[in-house]
């Protein structure tokens, strides 16, 4: 089985300084592993992806987010934060493994962390 | 949220009664997928359908139903079993890759239920 924690329900920072939210994973093979954006009342917007390769992965908006196996976690992180950042965002992962054979697909969400960046 | 487009925004359900949901996409992706959006649970996957003509359960199917008869169509219908379907509706698509692997989804706004 796949699963992915969000720690933090809710992460604060001030405009300007950098911002981390925290996600881990769990998995029985490889994992792809996803950041999504949501502002109130819309869809998810996708921010970036880690596949394969540089565990460093630039995405949209200036995120980036650091893949580390060891630790199985996949955390974003923006250098330096703005109030037009404040939403809530969802880490996400599907567990290659699963996928190799035909089997189910879909990806597995954690709870979500609303960031709110404070002027 | 573009290629991908949900109707209605906003949808009201007496108790009892059956409720289609609308999703289109013009992105040519194969895949899509229903999720379901809970405050504070993050989203679940309803259903999904890698080929037209063709879908799986996901998480949570149970009260739910849909078809894929056209490539760009993937309605879902909340049944009058659905004992709490409340909740805010997102709809996604993707490529589908070697294996059955699958690439990135992208979703569409959504439609928020609600049960009077």
């Known amino acids: 089985a796949q699963s992915v924690a969000q720690p933090e329900d809710q992460v604060n920072v001030a405009e300007g300084n950098p911002l981390t939210v925290k996600c881990t994973y769990s998995?029985?093979?490889?994992?792809?592993l996803f950041w999504y954006v949501q502002y109130p009342n819309r869809g998810l917007q996708f921010l970036l992806k880690?596949?394969?390769?540089?565990?460093l992965v630039k995405g949209s908006y200036g995120f980036e987010a650091e893949f580390n196996k060891s630790q199985t976690s996949f955390h974003l992180k923006k250098p330096s934060a703005l109030v037009s950042d404040s939403a809530l965002y969802f880490c996400?992962?599907?567990?290659?493994?699963?996928?190799?054979?035909?089997?189910?697909?879909?990806?597995?969400f954690g709870k979500g962390t609303h960031l709110i960046i404070q002027p | 949220d573009g290629g991908i487009t949900q109707s209605p925004k906003y949808l009201f359900r007496k108790e009892g009664q059956n409720v289609t949901l609308s999703c289109e996409q013009n992105?040519?992706?194969?895949?899509m997928y229903w999720y379901r959006q809970d405050p504070g649970q993050g989203l679940r996957l309803i259903y999904y359908?890698?080929?037209?003509?063709?879908?799986q359960k996901g998480d949570i199917a149970e009260g739910y139903s849909v078809s894929r008869e056209k490539k760009e169509s993937f309605p879902l219908t909340v049944t009058s079993a659905q004992k709490n379907p409340t909740a805010f509706y997102l709809c996604?698509?993707?490529?589908?890759?070697?294996?059955?692997?699958?690439?990135?989804?992208?979703f569409g706004p959504g439609t928020r239920l609600t049960v009077l």
């Open positions: 996604a698509s993707s490529v589908v890759g070697g294996a059955g692997a699958t690439d990135t989804q992208y």
């Open positions: 998995v029985s093979g490889n994992p792809y």
């Open positions: 880690y596949i394969t390769g540089d565990n």
């Open positions: 996400a992962v599907r567990d290659m493994l699963m996928y190799s054979g035909g089997g189910a697909d879909g990806l597995t």
């Open positions: 992105l040519n992706h194969d895949a």
């Open positions: 359908s890698q080929i037209v003509n063709d879908f």
